[in-house]
């Protein structure tokens, strides 16, 4: 007989078809107990019921964490204020919960004396690494179980005939096509005829915006109040991040706000195609984009674009708890102090349409931008200016043309369109 201590495994706990078969192929493999674990991000679904199917599939314990206020002040905003899309556009919503439910799951397992961790993710996607790399930063003692790595089924039938012939509750739905992770700051959604990068989405793919043409007649216009960066009110009313969100999500989606279809680069090396749906975070980063536009002076607002890219990396390839992300924070939160304002924005048809912006720190000066008469920039300076700041290409270009002897003109290889053929 080992001596070794026995399996207790903390499991990442959706309620969906692939966790509820874990539960019990973990406990059936590992002769384990097991204890799970579910954060509450937001999601709308599958969120009902889950202790009762936890402890039926074989989980001995269940633990429910309310995780949306702690998403929204320590992941969302630092990462709206970083203006972190990826790629330039995906405003990451599960990318940024992913550290957060790993965080959640180590906290757990350590007050439980677990042995190990498991999560649900496919061996090809981001997510393993996201939540495996947070294990390892937060908690290296304990080992990791990914089944989904490493099972025996090959396709959903298979999990499911498991699932029956274990009496493993799951729901007798009409076949979903699509791979849905859902919170607060957005759906992603992938397979099916997504995989056809070529397919326009199928409008069954989209779970909470109609399409633009669905979209109201009437466009309907928006102020946001932000303080610091951080957004704090819409249309004058004070709210709190989360009712904010919400409430940016249900105006949003109405008006077809915020869908993003999107070929992207996984940390694993393949592209993959996915669909996203994300009303408020596609309001809130145009937003305060456009406050930054005002408020930040010209060499801090053009350093942290390049800011903006790496943390949208960090955040992408999973590396939420590590030194870089506090000292891109530091840089960050250094500068949001002037990003206090309000900006209107119109709704209609899917767009979002910059009505106006202002700001006690503003950096706009209205009389040295007009061309009235009330102008106050001084023209003549600028001849003296443009003499500076040019001689050192006009001293270049003189060398030039003293020293380097006249060339042939370079000619370029063309393509010839006409024998190109798309398929
Ligand atoms: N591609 C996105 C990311 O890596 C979303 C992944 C989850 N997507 C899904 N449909 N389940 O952040």
């Known amino acids: 007989m080992s001596s070794s201590k026995p399996e207790k ?4 706990y959706s309620g969906g078809l692939d966790t509820s078969v874990m539960i019990k192929w973990l406990s059936d493999k590992y002769n384990a107990e097991i204890i799970a674990v579910t954060g509450n991000l ?8 889950l202790e009762e199917k ?30 972190a899309l990826y790629e330039g556009i995906y405003p990451m919503a599960t990318a940024l919960g992913r ?10 397992a350590l007050k439980e004396n677990c042995t190990a961790l498991s999560h649900g993710c496919t061996g090809k996607g981001n997510d393993q690494v996201r939540f495996e790399v947070a294990f390892a930063t937060l908690a290296p003692e304990l080992k ?10 090959k396709s959903r039938e298979d999990e499911i ?7 493993i509750p799951i729901k007798a739905t009409k076949d979903n096509p699509y791979s849905i992770d859902e919170n607060i700051w957005g759906t992603s959604i992938e397979c099916g005829d997504l995989e056809d990068p ?8 989209y779970q909470s915006t109609v399409s633009p043409e669905k979209a109201p007649d009437e466009p309907q216009t928006i102020d946001i109040e932000f303080i610091q960066g951080e957004p704090v009110g819409v249309n004058h009313e004070n709210l709190d991040g989360l009712e904010l969100i919400e409430r940016l999500n249900a105006i949003g989606g109405k008006h077809g706000i915020g869908r993003i279809d999107l070929v992207e680069n996984r940390l694993v090396g393949i592209k993959s195609r996915e669909i996203y749906e994300a009303p408020a975070a596609s309001i809130l980063h145009f937003a305060h984009k ?24 960090l955040i992408y390839n999973g590396q939420w708890f590590s030194p870089m992300r506090s000292a891109f924070d530091a840089f960050i939160t250094e500068t949001q102090k002037p990003v206090t304002g309000l900006v209107q924005l119109k709704l209609y048809k899917g767009n979002i349409i910059l009505q106006g912006r202002k700001s006690p720190h503003s950096l706009y000066n209205e009389e040295l931008a007009t061309y009235t008469s009330s102008d106050t920039f001084n023209h003549k300076a600028s001849e003296g200016f443009i003499h500076i700041y040019g001689l050192g290409l006009k001293t270049f270009s003189q060398s030039l043309e003293r020293n380097v002897p006249k060339k042939k003109s370079i000619s370029v290889k063309t393509v010839d369109a006409k024998k190109v053929v798309f398929k």
Do not use: C
Request: hydrophobic share 45%; no cysteine; aromatic share 12%.
């Open 161 to 167: 005939a498991y699932a029956h012939a274990n009496n």
């Open 9 to 12: 495994i903390a499991v990442a």
């Open 144 to 153: 990791v179980y990914a089944p989904l790595r490493d099972w025996e089924f």
């Open 290 to 313: 456009e406050l930054e536009r005002l408020t930040l002076e010209k060499n801090v607002f053009q350093y942290k674009q390049n800011i903006e890219i790496d943390y949208a990396n």
């Open 42 to 49: 937001g999601q709308k679904k599958e969120i009902e019921n």
């Open 99 to 108: 550290p957060l439910l790993a965080k959640t799951l180590v906290e757990v």
């Open 54 to 83: 936890a402890i039926q599939t074989g989980a001995s314990k269940f633990h429910f964490l309310d995780l949306r206020k702690e998403f929204v002040n320590s992941y969302i905003w630092p990462a709206l204020k970083a203006g």
């Open 198 to 205: 070529m397919n326009p989405a199928p409008e069954d793919a």
